[in-house]
């Protein structure tokens, strides 16, 4: 290695319980309290709100597209209009995707390599190659991101086992040449994905090979993967279970795309940190009402003279200041303001979420508190 090393920013573990812990990863732009819900802002934006409507709603980072935003409006622009956090005006720490998984699920073709992925836009139908060193560019050069993502094969579900194999050990050539196009920064960082499957011997050869590269300095964290694909909810843990034991204690863990609030409260019992997912902006835009005891759907009847709010235990005005019945008319009558109202009220609970979790962990109360969480999510 060169005079510098690679920023793995400090990871302060204030207090855990069993596997969950919660503590503070901090970064050059800001404290990311853990666990933390990073609400997507997929084309520099989260759908619905204003930045400080995600800020004031108790969002410390936000993830950002490399896949939407490279095909629009272009990296290389958004680096000209002074980078992701200026561009889109958030001030904090933004975490980009690698643009993998969008590959894999967008793209109308695409043709996987060694060297990379050929792709055609969803867009247009033009046609770009994203490499492991164009991705790196792209998330830290051109974006400015805090934290970038290892360009990654996402593995579908269900897979065979050779095929699970083979894209895994892809993924961790691909990681080893993003770390070297990565280099030694002060102010950024690096995660690696680790893939595998539902198969414990690849996920555990995934994660040790990960945490033992050590170019250019090595992982500033390590995600999880390939989940959230169909796989189902018990599949999902059962993974975590196989994996989380062989990632560092003194690094943040995240687990990609999920999740809905069950998920989030199983995975942090399970000892990850991080997490993104659009459910709260697209169940948004959907009529969907996010709640302790799931969702409700506000389209329904009878909230058609309901005049109590959306959720008097969530400190938001989102929450707080419009009625079931008006929101109700909103969404029926297809006005935004419904579907903005709903946005910001379920990022709000999904922040409020993780800050009880937060606050259980350091009562040592979470075990208590995620018996109470599944016993009163309503299953129907």
């Known amino acids: 290695m060169g005079g510098g090393v690679m920023a793995k920013f400090p990871f302060d573990i204030h207090a855990s319980e069993g596997k969950a812990r919660t503590g503070v990863l901090k970064t050059p732009r800001g404290d990311i309290r853990t666990p933390a819900f990073m609400p997507v802002g997929t084309a520099g934006t989260v759908k619905g709100l204003y930045m400080d409507q995600v800020r004031g709603a108790g969002s410390d980072i936000i993830l950002g597209n490399t896949y939407h935003l490279m095909l629009r409006p272009g990296a290389e622009r958004v680096k000209r209009l002074g980078g992701l956090h200026k561009f889109g005006g958030w001030e904090g720490p933004i975490l980009t995707d690698s643009g993998g998984f969008q590959v894999w699920s967008l793209s109308k073709l695409r043709k996987m390599s060694e060297a990379g992925v050929e792709f055609q836009s969803h867009l247009d139908g033009s046609k770009h190659m994203l490499t492991p060193e164009r991705s790196i560019e792209i998330q830290a050069d051109l974006l400015g991101a805090d934290i970038s993502m290892q ?11 050779h095929a699970a194999k083979s894209s895994m050990e892809l993924s961790l050539r691909w990681g080893q040449r993003s770390l070297a196009a990565f280099g030694e920064r002060e102010n950024q960082t690096l995660f690696a994905i680790v893939q595998g499957s539902t198969f414990s011997d690849l996920r555990q050869a995934s994660a040790e090979a990960s945490v033992a ?14 989940l959230a694909v169909g796989e189902g909810h018990e599949a999902m843990c059962e993974t975590l279970d196989l994996t989380v034991p062989h990632l560092p204690q003194d690094r943040p863990r995240y687990l990609m795309g999920v999740g809905k609030p069950i998920d989030l409260v199983e995975a942090v019992y399970r000892g990850v940190d991080m997490f993104d997912c659009v459910i709260p902006t697209r169940s948004g835009r959907h009529g969907q009402v996010w709640t302790d005891e799931g969702p409700y759907n506000i389209k329904k009847a009878e909230f058609a003279e309901d005049d109590s709010p959306l959720d008097a235990s969530i400190v938001s005005p989102a929450s707080q200041n419009y009625s079931k019945a008006y929101v109700h008319h909103l969404i029926r009558s297809q006005e935004l303001l419904g579907a903005m109202i709903l946005s910001w009220h379920n990022i709000a609970y999904f922040q409020d979420l993780m800050a009880r979790m937060r606050a259980a962990i350091a009562k040592n109360e979470f075990e208590v508190f995620a018996q109470r969480f599944r016993a009163n999510l309503n299953h129907t």
């Open 151 to 161: 360009l990654d094969e996402c593995t579908g579900y269900p897979s065979p086992y």
């Open 213 to 226: 590269d050590t170019t250019a300095g090595g992982y500033g964290g390590f995600a999880i993967g390939g």
